[in-house]
């Protein structure tokens, strides 16, 4: 019942229109070239005070509910080990002194912007963006609201306003991208840490700053610069006198979990020659098996 | 199908049989269905929070491990069985093609609205169709397209059986009525048409199911140090589509006798036993796979904990792949209508375990306060839309030529 150039016509019409999808696809997946220049923040956990200052500015400088300057001395929050949520992108949690002080360690808690998001590189409609100057950015009018960039993430970082039936959204530190790449400012939290904890610049610089506290004080820090290489790398860096395991930083391959499945989407799809040659073998199956068939009505009719 | 390639009768069941739409059992099905409405309504409303226990460290949790992956891979009935009747020319199969294609287009649009039913903003949700937007990285990207193109080729599939429904038979009442004739020229002509281009449809219906089955696992191959290692393998998506050819040709024997019971008709034993046959033997393949898999990642130690996951593990891999392997395996059980179709619901209960074991029994995220486990209302909405299915389908097969004719089945 298909002719041979019933078939071939099929198989040319779907080899065209699937090489217009494979280009299209190509042309619009994210994969910037990142910027040698690009940001990034280094948090020194060993200098942090806990004094909260940055949880206000953040919720100050991105609309998010909160109270006035003072709420925030509260301590009581360190009672409970707390992630940043739907109305917090960033949160201060405490662990005990080092051995043989009284100073305990506080560690901020936000979005790393992985080198290679696992989180970029699950959105289904590339309303998250990793910018070549380091930010991974959420466009929320282009969002789903599938929330598969949270199943993605290692960090388990972005946090979803499920309260609202209309409009929610996904929510995580954006590394105030209106200030870095609009103005070249620091983010705000960075600006309004007292003991400078936080710094703010280019990411390669960070990487050194942050080697050579570690070598001039080797007492003070674990030999370790979180970001380095974790997951891919992270364009947010943190330094602490501890495994990253003891301050809750998971342990993950140094390879973004986005190289898994890109590897697989690529293998199977690239130029769609998986799903043609599928085709092409189910069309000559279907052929032969037709032919069989009429052969065999053939000869018993 | 097209009708060159339908060479079995077909009829509705409206007017050629004795069975009433309406039994208790249906009216039963038909409130839990309302119910899952009312949970649809709520959740428009008052928003996801409202009705489900997904929270920042559970985004899933049964909308999407049974709604959703499950759907999928239960309506995997439409593409296996195009394969064999058609692909392969097994003519002894067509019977069964119209049903498993019924369940595929209604399975597939309940995939459609359960996806929905999840998206915080589905009202977004054309913004996949969009070149500008298309995002090639993300698996569920290709999930998404190869769904929405598939169901769109089962409809066109679907076609040939509304037009012998109503060829010859178009009758509208008064003005509408000097359109009789050029409406059923039409679908004379649409029907031609399809005959001719059906082929394509079917190849690309099976090519497109290979893509997306295989995609639905490789959803969860990003979330390594999420994903419990016994689920968690690169080759997450080879073992979908291995469970889905097996649970594709199970579903078509459990739903098959499912339909004749509740329609009073034989059970079609001449074609289910043979097809069964096949079953043993997917799931040998499927099953090796797996255990090479484990054994590759030296994940196999895990079996052995006296977890809940261990032991889901083992009910997924026990009953829903090693029990029926030998069930099926057995000529005798094959012929025993009630084993046939105990063995077809094993492996059918497995592929769902399966999938949701891997989008909710064994998401491990780092920072959790305590095991998801789904609202009532979750399961409400699961179940009305189950329900809504099975009403679907007895609409459809009382309207349209789904069913065999009842003289075949008895005379063959
Ligand atoms: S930490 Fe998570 S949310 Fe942030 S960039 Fe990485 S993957 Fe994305
Ligand atoms: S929830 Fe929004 S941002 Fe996250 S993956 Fe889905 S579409 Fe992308
Ligand atoms: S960089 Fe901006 S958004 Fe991120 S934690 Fe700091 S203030 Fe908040």
């Known amino acids: ?301 | 199908m097209a009708d060159s390639m339908q060479h079995h009768k077909a009829l509705p069941l409206a007017g050629n049989s004795a069975v009433p739409f309406f039994t208790p059992g249906v009216i039963v099905i038909a409130i839990l269905a309302a119910a899952g409405v009312a949970t649809l309504v709520v959740r428009l409303f008052l928003g996801l929070g409202a009705v489900t226990n997904f929270n920042d460290q559970y985004p899933w949790g049964i909308w999407i491990g049974i709604d959703v992956a499950s759907g999928v891979a239960l309506a995997a009935g439409g593409f296996t069985m195009a394969f064999i009747a058609h692909v392969m020319n097994n003519e002894k199969y067509h019977v069964l093609v119209r049903p498993a294609l019924l369940t595929a287009a209604i399975g597939y649009t309940f995939v459609g609205l359960g996806v929905c039913v999840d998206l915080g903003r589905y009202y977004n949700i054309w913004h996949v169709m969009m070149p500008s937007m298309w995002q090639g990285n993300s698996a569920l990207f290709e999930v998404g397209m190869c769904v929405m193109i598939y169901l769109t080729v089962l409809y066109i599939e679907f076609l040939p059986i509304v037009c012998e429904r109503f060829i010859g038979r178009v009758n509208l009442p008064g003005v509408l009525g000097k359109m009789n004739g050029f409406l059923d020229g039409l679908l004379r002509v649409l029907d031609k048409t399809l005959a001719r281009v059906m082929t394509f449809f079917i190849i690309a219906g099976v090519v497109l199911s290979c893509a997306h089955q295989s995609s639905l696992g490789t959803l969860m191959a990003i979330a390594p140090s999420k994903l419990s290692p016994l689920w968690h393998t690169p080759v997450l998506p080879l073992l979908f589509l291995l469970s889905a050819f097996a649970v594709g040709l199970a579903m078509a024997i459990f739903e098959s006798v499912l339909a004749s019971r509740s329609f009073k008709r034989p059970i079609e034993m001449h074609v289910l036993s043979p097809l069964a046959r096949m079953i043993p033997l997917l799931l040998v393949v499927y099953f090796a796979a797996k255990v090479i898999d484990l054994v590759n990642r030296d994940a196999w130690p895990l079996l052995f904990e006296a977890n809940f996951r261990a032991l889901m593990f083992w009910i997924e891999i026990g009953v829903g792949v090693i029990i029926p392997t030998f069930l099926f395996l057995s000529h005798r059980l094959r012929r025993n209508p009630v084993w046939l179709f105990s063995s077809a619901a094993m492996v059918v209960f497995g592929v769902v375990l399966n999938r949701f074991n891997v989008f909710v029994t064994g998401y491990t995220p780092p920072y959790s306060e305590g095991q998801y486990f789904p609202a009532w209302t979750e399961v409400m909405l699961t179940v009305g839309m189950i329900s809504l299915i099975v009403l679907l389908y007895r609409i459809w097969v009382f309207i349209f030529p789904v069913l065999p004719a009842e003289e075949e089945v008895e005379h063959a």
Request: proline share 8%.
């Open chain 1, 1 to 301: 019942m298909v002719s041979r150039r019933d078939f071939f016509k099929i198989t040319g019409t779907v080899a065209g229109t699937a090489a217009l999808t494979a280009v299209g696809a190509e042309a619009s997946a994210p994969h910037p070239k990142l910027d040698p220049d690009r940001f990034g923040v280094l948090t020194d956990t060993t200098l942090c005070i806990g004094c909260r200052r940055c949880e206000w500015a953040c919720a100050e400088q991105n609309d998010l509910p909160h109270g006035d300057l003072e709420s925030f001395g509260d301590t009581s929050v360190f009672d409970l080990m707390r992630r940043p949520d739907a109305e917090s992108y960033t949160v201060v949690n405490r662990y005990s002194p080092p051995a043989g002080t009284d100073q305990p360690l506080d560690v901020k808690v936000q979005c790393l912007h992985c080198e290679h998001p696992a989180c970029v590189s699950a959105c289904i409609v590339g309303a998250l963006v990793k910018s070549p100057q380091g930010p991974v950015i959420y466009d929320a009018w282009k969002c789903i609201g599938c929330r598969y960039c949270m199943i993605a993430c290692p960090f388990q970082i972005p946090a979803y306003e499920y309260a609202d039936p209309l409009t929610p959204r996904i929510m995580k530190c954006t590394m105030c991208s209106e200030r870095t790449l609009a103005e070249g400012r620091p983010p705000a939290c960075v600006e309004m840490c007292p003991p400078e904890a936080l710094v703010f610049g280019r990411r390669s610089e960070l990487l050194e700053l942050a080697h050579r506290r570690i070598m001039e004080n080797p007492d003070r820090y674990h030999p370790e610069v979180i970001g380095e290489h974790i997951a891919g790398g992270t364009s947010w860096l943190m330094i602490t006198d501890r495994p990253a395991a003891e301050i809750d930083i998971p342990e993950l391959s140094n390879e973004s979990p986005a190289v898994i499945t890109e590897t697989i989407q690529h293998g199977i799809f690239k130029g769609f020659t998986g799903p043609l040659m599928l085709f092409g073998i189910l069309g000559i199956l279907m052929k032969s098996s037709s032919d069989k068939r009429k052969e065999k009505e053939d000869e018993n009719g």
